[in-house]
């Protein structure tokens, strides 16, 4: 996700995605029809249709996987699509539209082979599918933000950017089942990114034929678990079992119903009533007022996962376009009082942007609430700007009761601190994330949740001012410099190092502001099991079922 974040409640867990079958010029073992690689388990007949009600919260922007950015839009892409892999039940990669890959042996070329499986509406998955998907969200026409997740592929980078050959990016359909991808370079997590929305094919035919076809559920045609049946906007979306796919043998749920319901106490509510069978994270949030009861009461669960929370500073607009005044503003706030006063679910104040699953510098890069340094800086920076007062600023977020809790306190300590006066704006999700995109924002609130189990996806997307995830308008040479280099060292820990010299400048510079680092909480019903929530955040439902 990833992702821009929506939910506020949600810090810290590796994924640990050992690859299956991964190896240099070594064919993977088939996968067991089953991707999770557990042995298939038989249920006697149901009494009736399993339903999971959940609620998302708001409404998806898209279900367009080469487009979209957010986890409210991932969690429908990932049950009505499928990458060459997925994620199982044991938190590892498995085969899915691939059956099986083959890997040369410097590490660049792999070779999958795609099984026999069905798109939702009858017709064949094909390589030729995945690559015609890969080089549509590459496509500088499309717009897609997430582009750069694709950069590892050879030539794809030049082709986005306009300065290369769409014939020379690295992803070719040999046949209908061969798809063979070459590398820039060795690059261990692919297997892991493969599985990334990013990465997911899109039916050719269906795309072509109307640019509007992601956001109508009589028109989204996809290869996962589930098949669009309903989308009210703004209202309800609901997904029934795919008879397509091709391992629906394993998916329990005959249908889940996700209403969009803003308000983090009404969900709660809805919950209690037996309206919903899950409330909070990760499609929601619950309400921080409730949390300290329902953790005393033992019915909640929180599970930290690899994700910060941060602020963004638009970097091109005073005051902010001075990295002194930023600074001071980061420095000025007490974090560890926003955790055990509104958060209250185990997070950890974030001093650095990297979450510690994979951190680079463990005692982050500086301290929290460190007011003698943020007024120092504070006054330098001014007067480097020639300025003797700050105006009015403006501090936005997406409709939330956490985000606005949050908001409320730093807009207090950042008076009491520093004597600036903040304006609060709060914005529907996709209001929001359109305005942050187009740089209508001073400060701006974001999350990030890892798309893989890397450092790199962290701080690449500060790589370049025009980065499709940036938004802050920040670039530094050195920074792009140590990030390129870093994928060419082949030592881990060299490589480490190199990582952990960008993030000091990231943070010297401090066009982000991290405030803490992820837990997600929810409770649910006893009934639901089988939801996989990994530990980079991203929920998977389609091993999901009710017991009766």
């Not at 060795?186 to 956001?215: G, M």
């Not at 209250?344 to 951190?359: D, F, H, I």
């Not at 409770?523 to 009766?548: C, W």
């Amino acid at each position: 996700m990833k992702k821009n974040v929506f939910v506020a409640m949600s810090s810290i867990l590796v994924l640990g995605a050992a690859l299956a079958g991964c190896g240099g010029g070594n064919q993977a073992a088939p996968a067991d029809n089953n991707a999770a690689g557990n042995k298939t388990e038989t249920t006697a007949p149901a009494a009736g249709p399993k339903v999971l009600k959940l609620n998302l919260h708001s409404e998806p922007p898209t279900a367009d996987p080469g487009i979209a950015e957010d986890t409210t839009s991932s969690t429908i892409i990932t049950a009505t699509f499928e990458g060459l892999t997925r994620v199982g039940k044991d938190n590892k990669v498995h085969e899915a539209a691939a059956e099986s890959y083959t890997v040369s042996e410097d590490g660049k070329k792999y070779t999958f082979k795609i099984r026999d499986a069905k798109w939702s509406n009858g017709d064949p998955v094909t390589a030729k599918d995945f690559e015609f998907a890969w080089k549509r969200a590459l496509d500088p026409k499309t717009a897609s933000n997430y582009a750069y997740q694709l950069y590892y592929v050879k030539g794809a980078e030049a082709f986005n950017k306009g300065t290369g050959k769409v014939e020379d990016v690295g992803v070719k359909a040999l046949d209908d089942k061969t798809l063979e991808v070459e590398l820039t370079n060795p690059t261990p997590f692919f297997l892991e990114l493969v599985a990334f929305k990013t990465y997911f094919p899109v039916h050719q035919k269906t795309v072509e034929a109307n640019d509007k076809w992601a956001t109508d559920a009589k028109t989204i045609v996809g290869n996962g678990p589930f098949k669009m049946e309903t989308w009210e906007h703004k209202s309800k979306l609901v997904v029934v079992k795919n008879e397509n796919y091709w391992d629906k043998d394993n998916v329990k749920l005959d249908k889940i119903e996700f209403s969009m319901v803003e308000d983090e106490n009404t969900e709660l509510s809805m919950f209690e009533n037996g309206e919903l069978d899950w409330a909070g994270a990760p499609t929601s949030a619950l309400p921080t007022d409730a949390i300290p009861a329902l953790k005393e009461s033992g019915k909640m669960t929180t599970q930290p996962i690899a994700g910060t929370y941060f602020y963004r500073f638009n970097t091109e607009k005073a005051p902010f376009n001075n990295a002194k005044i930023r600074k001071a503003f980061a420095y000025a706030i007490d974090r560890q009082s926003l955790i055990d006063n509104i958060l209250q679910a185990g997070q950890l104040p974030a001093t650095g942007y990297v979450p510690p699953s994979m951190a680079l510098n463990k005692d982050g890069y500086f301290k929290d609430k460190d007011l003698e340094t943020a007024k120092k800086l504070l006054e330098e920076g001014m007067k480097e700007a020639g300025i003797s007062k700050l105006p009015t600023l403006t501090l936005s977020y997406n409709t939330s009761e956490g985000h606005k809790k949050i908001a409320e306190a730093i807009q207090d300590q950042w008076k009491k601190n520093l004597g600036v006066d903040v304006k609060l704006e709060n914005k529907e999700w996709k209001v929001y994330l359109d305005d942050v995109h187009q740089g209508k924002y001073q400060v701006a609130r974001a999350g990030w949740l890892g798309d893989f189990n890397d450092p790199i996806n962290f701080l690449e997307m500060f790589k370049e001012k025009d980065g499709g995830n940036n938004d802050t308008r920040w670039e530094n040479p050195k920074y792009k410099e140590l990030l390129n280099q870093s994928a060419l060292e082949t030592d881990p820990e060299k490589r480490k190092a190199i990582l952990a010299e960008a993030e000091q400048i990231l943070m010297d510079e401090m066009p982000v502001m991290p405030i803490y680092f992820y837990t997600q909480s929810w409770v649910k019903n006893d009934k639901v099991d089988g939801v996989i929530i990994d530990g980079l955040g991203a929920v998977d439902y389609k091993y999901a079922d009710i017991k009766q």
